[in-house]
């Protein structure tokens, strides 16, 4: 992460790419399908891994094209059968010649049991890839029914929960409410930051589910159980799901950048395999603007000047979502950072 000089750099209007990803069964298909049908969503370009995981029936091909799909919605369908660098790349360079409608926003669509953090390092740290898109959000379908034991027994699953900017909990209408609110009590242990909405069906308003821009929605938005701000730092999950645990650090007064760059930098070198993500909204001293900083693993995003607060608070707030990190020791070496 470099120093930013008199300008880490402000937001340009690159397409917004979400990542929706969830366990078997947890209902990613039911959920893209509806927001697909949805008439805000025709300038939508998805990616799926296969076609044949996702039912496209009511939809209807319009137009064939090569290696994708115009669909009557309006909507664009690829299919990932290589690598997600090279699709992105190729869907926007036919994007930019006509050849395909000009979306302005990508979703991108995993199998079950897949990892998010290899995608979310490509569309956070590839520059064939960040030229041109802006990582807004993870979105983690998770099963009412179900998901105790699937966090309980799947890495997968609680790893997929726990990077997620946005929780949508399915099946809510066949739940039991003891169910619902022993989910949401895991979820919130293992994600605390995220907001979590309900959608019966895959029932939900896109403009809730993806908004604007994901960094100025970080910290707050519509959910099912709201949860109070945090004055420090806190280790929010007496027990965790596969040493998965959320921290979050507040810090009141602005923060000199460069030692904290360094901090990052460090903690991302040491122990990256088990900084599964870092997202926070930074007051740097001096600057009148926020600072978004984001890292995946051993991955530094470059930082991003904000174009003005999301809210009225001005502390710093960096979440860290770690695999066996001490909440405790990752303060103090904060500090101490600082401190220097």
């Given at each position: 992460?470099?120093?930013?000089?008199?300008?880490?750099?402000?937001?340009?209007?690159?397409?917004?790419?979400?990542?929706?990803?969830?366990?078997?069964?947890?209902?990613?298909?039911?959920?893209?399908?509806?927001?697909?049908?949805?008439?805000?969503?025709?300038?939508?370009?998805?990616?799926v891994n296969e076609f044949g995981e996702i039912?496209?029936?009511?939809?209807?091909?319009?137009?064939?094209?090569?290696?994708?799909?115009?669909?009557?919605?309006?909507?664009?369908?690829?299919?990932?059968?290589g690598d997600l660098v090279d699709t992105l790349t190729s869907l926007f360079d036919r994007r930019r010649r006509g050849e395909v409608p000009a979306f302005r926003r990508v979703l991108i669509e995993t199998t079950g049991l897949a990892d998010p953090a290899p995608i979310l390092h490509a569309l956070m740290a590839d520059p064939a890839v960040t030229?041109?898109?802006?990582?807004?959000?993870?979105?983690?379908?998770?099963d009412a029914v179900n998901a105790l034991g699937q966090l309980a027994e799947h890495y997968e699953s609680a790893k997929q929960a726990a990077l997620a900017?946005?929780?949508?909990?399915?099946k809510s209408d066949i739940a039991s409410p003891a169910d619902i609110k022993a989910?949401?009590?895991?979820?919130?242990?293992?994600?605390?930051?995220?907001?979590?909405?309900?959608?019966?069906?895959?029932?939900?308003?896109?403009d809730a589910l993806l908004g604007a821009a994901g960094e100025r929605r970080a910290f707050h938005g519509p959910e099912i159980e709201p949860h109070e701000p945090h004055d420090h730092?806190?280790?929010?999950?007496?027990?965790?799901?596969?040493?998965?645990?959320?921290?979050?650090l507040v810090h009141d007064?602005?923060?000199?950048?460069?030692?904290?760059a360094r901090w990052l930098e460090s903690l991302a070198s040491l122990r990256g395999p088990d900084l599964l993500r870092v997202k926070g909204i930074v007051h740097v001293r001096g600057r009148s603007r926020p600072v978004v900083v984001h890292a995946v693993q051993h991955v530094l995003h470059p930082p991003r000047e904000l174009q003005d607060w999301p809210d009225a608070d001005r502390r710093s707030r960096i979440v860290?979502?770690?695999?066996?990190?001490?909440?405790?020791?990752?303060?103090?070496?904060?500090?101490?950072?600082?401190?220097d």
């Open positions: 992460m470099n120093t930013p000089d008199p300008a880490i750099p402000l937001p340009n209007e690159p397409i917004g790419g979400s990542l929706i990803t969830g366990f078997l069964g947890s209902g990613k298909t039911t959920l893209l399908n509806r927001l697909l049908r949805h008439p805000g969503m025709s300038d939508t370009a998805v990616i039912g496209l029936d009511h939809l209807l091909i319009d137009t064939a094209l090569d290696s994708a799909v115009l669909l009557k919605s309006g909507c664009l369908c690829c299919t990932l059968r030229r041109h898109y802006r990582m807004d959000h993870v979105i983690a379908t998770v900017d946005r929780l949508v909990l399915t989910v949401t009590a895991a979820l919130r242990a293992l994600n605390p930051e995220a907001p979590i909405m309900a959608a019966v069906h895959g029932a939900i308003e896109p730092a806190h280790d929010h999950a007496e027990a965790h799901h596969h040493g998965i645990a959320s921290f979050c007064e602005p923060l000199p950048w460069p030692p904290l860290f979502i770690t695999r066996d990190i001490a909440g405790a020791a990752l303060e103090k070496s904060f500090r101490a950072a600082i401190a």
